[in-house]
């Protein structure tokens, strides 16, 4: 449940799913004839992104080492959400596809069934409370039996094993290890469904309820149309496409539509593979101002092998509210493979905190706040200075195009074909080419992404607030050593002041004026990130006067902050971080191609240091104080004569950052 919101009307849970059941009364009497049981095994999980397992590592020598860049997947020209589709997940798009169209009317007939399914069974589990939701304050968890007997294919001896766990008769019970073969004491050894039988893919169920400041109407476009379903939640969306309208609203609105799409989901790293889906979205208005949209895969209809992600009756239940707002339950409830998860991420991942629904809210909620600063007349920034509104309007807009394009440079995608440092020890940290820039005289020069992540002993409140102060900067960005770092302004993004977007003013003397940054800062109840990118004066002018942010080339950089652990009951701090750190840089050495080992020596050098500067930040040990002393003073030295001696120290600062 949001906190942050003084609106939210009624903070019993229980009562206000009670308020809501009483408003979508009538609905399944409403006369749906293609309403049937969901089975527990609805779904369907294509191939997800191998991350780690299949970039070819470099064996060579580490004394020259280089990247060379594996041929990409064609470009689709037509739709960001399309691009780099591996070829796997076009043929599966495509069997999809040429599923619906043979016995076309068969098949979009059981499709239309499975939708209808799906909400029924999204609004059973959007409004009920106890016994099928335990809930403990902000934290609701699903109760896997009671799951089971509300919507799984449940027989008469499944269901005598259910209640021999519930009263605690255990002798009769199978024996589920798959490996033993010791004779059971009973006569009848039951068959399992389908459901219990799915290994590997484990089951994640979360639910948020709470207020956003627009309309239901606002809401369901958002979610129906894919662009601006993938611009909305871009901080979780890598890739979205629509592969077929089934079935088109009526009245000019979406109630009934139906459409066939496919989804890329990502964590902000490149140590967590993306989870991918084909899925069926249906909408339909439960009443006057309330609308549900469900999403469910289509595993069980159309059976797919290499099954790691299946997406079970998902989606949200929109209400309209006084003064143009909607409160929105949403669900979360899914299958999937954790197994290729790096270690670092696994418990956060493993618990379901990381896709849970408060995420998806939590995006929604944020978007809303951008509109709304975009919208609004007036907005004090730094002493009372306003920004002109189409100042201000360009400005927001370059922030958005930065951030979007941030999260898209450090996820796991199937766009982004990451590959380990070929340097001993140094195999997290990852580096892939962009593309090319032009530069006014020169030939073409690559765009290079390197990133890591790495897990620090110290609050994310506490990280965030150090990352994103601008007197902080000079503790761990290198090239800003002696350096003076102002705000110059700023502007708020709703109710919280931290988060905002900023121009951040770089002198290299009190008089002259080196270059400026765009920063966006925000905190959420999942994450944090810090994105900046350099601007220079010229660029930056004709945002502030209203020019087309469009035009303005952006390198984003930064950070993303996640708790290392999930928050005890849902909210507050934990005591440790997991850390990206993500640098976009030009490089006039590399190709599309080809990255040359000084290039391989200055991407670790850079991210180790940085890396090590904000780990120092946070300690009184006077080893690491005098090493991260050396690094400025060898900053300044430029390491015209010494750069091997150097690189061994920084992978010797490396080596004491991932031992922790």
Same mark, same amino acid.
């Given at each position: 449940m949001d906190k942050h919101d003084?609106?939210?009307?009624?903070?019993?849970?229980?009562?206000?799913?009670?308020?809501?059941?009483?408003?979508?009364?009538?609905?399944?009497?409403?006369?749906? %004839?293609?309403?049937?049981?969901?089975?527990?095994?609805?779904?369907f999980e294509p191939d997800v992104n191998i991350g780690v397992d299949d970039v070819h590592q470099n064996d060579e020598d580490t004394s020259s080492p280089s990247l060379s860049v594996r041929a990409s997947p064609q470009d689709s020209p037509d739709s960001r959400a399309s691009t780099n589709v591996r070829s796997d997940q076009m043929n599966r798009a495509s069997d999809l596809l040429m599923a619906v169209s043979v016995s076309a009317d068969t098949n979009k007939t059981r499709i239309t069934d499975l939708a209808s399914s799906a909400m029924e069974e999204l609004l059973k589990m959007a409004l009920e409370g106890e016994p099928l939701w335990h809930i403990d304050g902000d934290t609701e968890s699903l109760n896997g039996f009671e799951y089971m007997k509300e919507f799984g294919s449940v027989d008469a001896t499944l269901r005598e094993i259910m209640r021999m766990v519930e009263v605690g008769d255990p002798q009769c019970l199978p024996n589920l290890e798959p490996n033993d073969e010791s004779p059971s004491e009973c006569t009848d050894r039951p068959m399992l469904p389908k459901e219990l039988e799915e290994e590997h893919l484990h089951a994640e169920a979360s639910r948020q309820i709470g207020l956003v400041s627009t309309n239901p109407a606002s809401v369901v476009e958002w979610l129906m149309d894919v662009n601006q379903w993938s611009l909305v939640f871009a901080n979780i969306i890598s890739r979205a496409n629509l592969l077929q309208v089934l079935s088109t609203g009526?009245?000019?609105?979406?109630?009934?539509?139906? @459409?066939?799409m496919t989804v890329e989901l990502?964590?902000?790293?490149?140590?967590?593979?993306?989870?991918e889906s084909h899925f069926v979205r249906y909408c339909k208005q439960l009443g006057y101002g309330t609308w549900g949209v469900v999403d469910v895969s289509l595993e069980n209809l159309f059976p797919y092998p290499a099954s790691r992600?299946?997406?079970?009756?998902?989606?949200c239940l929109i209400q309209g509210m006084p003064e143009g707002c909607?409160?929105?339950?949403?669900?979360?409830?899914?299958?999937?493979?954790?197994?290729?998860? @790096?270690? =670092?991420?696994?418990?956060?991942?493993?618990?379901?905190?990381?896709?849970?629904?408060?995420?998806?809210?939590?995006?929604l909620i944020r978007h809303c706040q951008w509109l709304a600063t975009l919208r609004a007349r007036t907005a004090p920034t730094h002493d009372g200075v306003l920004l002109p509104q189409a100042g201000r309007e360009s400005l927001l807009k370059l922030a958005e195009r930065m951030t979007r394009s941030f999260w898209g440079d450090i996820s796991a995608c199937n766009e982004n074909q990451w590959m380990p440092l070929p340097i001993r020890g140094a195999e997290d940290i990852r580096a892939m080419t962009k593309g090319s820039i032009p530069v006014p005289g020169m030939p073409p020069s690559s765009k290079i992404v390197f990133t890591t992540s790495i897990r620090l002993a110290v609050p994310p409140k506490r990280l965030f607030d150090f990352l994103r102060d601008e007197n902080s900067r000079t503790k761990w960005d290198t090239r800003l050593f002696g350096?003076? =770092?102002? %705000?110059?302004?700023?502007? =708020?993004?709703?109710?919280?002041?931290e988060n905002r977007v900023s121009i951040l003013q770089v002198n290299a003397t009190p008089e002259e004026v080196e270059i400026f940054y765009l920063q966006e800062s925000f905190s959420d109840d999942i994450g944090s990130y810090v994105i900046y990118a350099p601007v220079d004066a010229l660029a930056m002018s004709g945002i502030l006067n209203g020019g087309s942010p469009e035009i303005v080339n952006i390198l984003p950089c930064g950070f993303s902050i996640l708790p290392d652990r999930p928050p005890l009951n849902g909210h507050g701090d934990v005591p440790g971080s997991l850390l990206t750190i993500a640098f976009h840089i030009i490089d006039l050495a590399s190709t599309e191609e080809y990255i040359p080992p000084e290039s391989v020596k200055t991407i670790f050098k850079v991210i180790a240091e940085t890396a090590?500067?904000?780990?120092?930040?946070?300690?009184?040990?006077?080893? @690491?104080?005098?090493?991260?002393?050396?690094?400025?003073?060898?900053?300044?030295?430029?390491?015209?004569?010494?750069?091997?001696?150097y690189l061994c120290c920084i992978v010797a600062i490396w080596q004491q950052i991932k031992i922790g």
């Amino acid at each position: 449940m949001d906190k942050h919101d003084d609106h939210f009307l009624d903070k019993d849970v229980n009562s206000e799913l009670r308020a809501m059941a009483i408003f979508v009364e009538g609905f399944r009497s409403s006369g749906d %004839e293609n309403a049937m049981d969901v089975s527990g095994q609805l779904g369907f999980e294509p191939d997800v992104n191998i991350g780690v397992d299949d970039v070819h590592q470099n064996d060579e020598d580490t004394s020259s080492p280089s990247l060379s860049v594996r041929a990409s997947p064609q470009d689709s020209p037509d739709s960001r959400a399309s691009t780099n589709v591996r070829s796997d997940q076009m043929n599966r798009a495509s069997d999809l596809l040429m599923a619906v169209s043979v016995s076309a009317d068969t098949n979009k007939t059981r499709i239309t069934d499975l939708a209808s399914s799906a909400m029924e069974e999204l609004l059973k589990m959007a409004l009920e409370g106890e016994p099928l939701w335990h809930i403990d304050g902000d934290t609701e968890s699903l109760n896997g039996f009671e799951y089971m007997k509300e919507f799984g294919s449940v027989d008469a001896t499944l269901r005598e094993i259910m209640r021999m766990v519930e009263v605690g008769d255990p002798q009769c019970l199978p024996n589920l290890e798959p490996n033993d073969e010791s004779p059971s004491e009973c006569t009848d050894r039951p068959m399992l469904p389908k459901e219990l039988e799915e290994e590997h893919l484990h089951a994640e169920a979360s639910r948020q309820i709470g207020l956003v400041s627009t309309n239901p109407a606002s809401v369901v476009e958002w979610l129906m149309d894919v662009n601006q379903w993938s611009l909305v939640f871009a901080n979780i969306i890598s890739r979205a496409n629509l592969l077929q309208v089934l079935s088109t609203g009526v009245d000019g609105n979406y109630d009934g539509t139906l @459409q066939l799409m496919t989804v890329e989901l990502h964590l902000p790293t490149a140590l967590v593979p993306t989870r991918e889906s084909h899925f069926v979205r249906y909408c339909k208005q439960l009443g006057y101002g309330t609308w549900g949209v469900v999403d469910v895969s289509l595993e069980n209809l159309f059976p797919y092998p290499a099954s790691r992600f299946r997406r079970r009756p998902s989606g949200c239940l929109i209400q309209g509210m006084p003064e143009g707002c909607s409160k929105v339950i949403w669900v979360e409830h899914v299958a999937v493979d954790n197994r290729l998860v @790096q270690s =670092i991420y696994r418990p956060l991942v493993i618990s379901g905190f990381t896709f849970s629904a408060k995420r998806w809210f939590a995006a929604l909620i944020r978007h809303c706040q951008w509109l709304a600063t975009l919208r609004a007349r007036t907005a004090p920034t730094h002493d009372g200075v306003l920004l002109p509104q189409a100042g201000r309007e360009s400005l927001l807009k370059l922030a958005e195009r930065m951030t979007r394009s941030f999260w898209g440079d450090i996820s796991a995608c199937n766009e982004n074909q990451w590959m380990p440092l070929p340097i001993r020890g140094a195999e997290d940290i990852r580096a892939m080419t962009k593309g090319s820039i032009p530069v006014p005289g020169m030939p073409p020069s690559s765009k290079i992404v390197f990133t890591t992540s790495i897990r620090l002993a110290v609050p994310p409140k506490r990280l965030f607030d150090f990352l994103r102060d601008e007197n902080s900067r000079t503790k761990w960005d290198t090239r800003l050593f002696g350096h003076i =770092i102002r %705000e110059l302004a700023y502007v =708020i993004n709703g109710n919280n002041p931290e988060n905002r977007v900023s121009i951040l003013q770089v002198n290299a003397t009190p008089e002259e004026v080196e270059i400026f940054y765009l920063q966006e800062s925000f905190s959420d109840d999942i994450g944090s990130y810090v994105i900046y990118a350099p601007v220079d004066a010229l660029a930056m002018s004709g945002i502030l006067n209203g020019g087309s942010p469009e035009i303005v080339n952006i390198l984003p950089c930064g950070f993303s902050i996640l708790p290392d652990r999930p928050p005890l009951n849902g909210h507050g701090d934990v005591p440790g971080s997991l850390l990206t750190i993500a640098f976009h840089i030009i490089d006039l050495a590399s190709t599309e191609e080809y990255i040359p080992p000084e290039s391989v020596k200055t991407i670790f050098k850079v991210i180790a240091e940085t890396a090590f500067l904000i780990k120092a930040a946070f300690t009184s040990d006077n080893v @690491q104080g005098n090493l991260a002393g050396g690094i400025k003073e060898k900053k300044k030295e430029k390491m015209d004569t010494d750069i091997e001696s150097y690189l061994c120290c920084i992978v010797a600062i490396w080596q004491q950052i991932k031992i922790g």
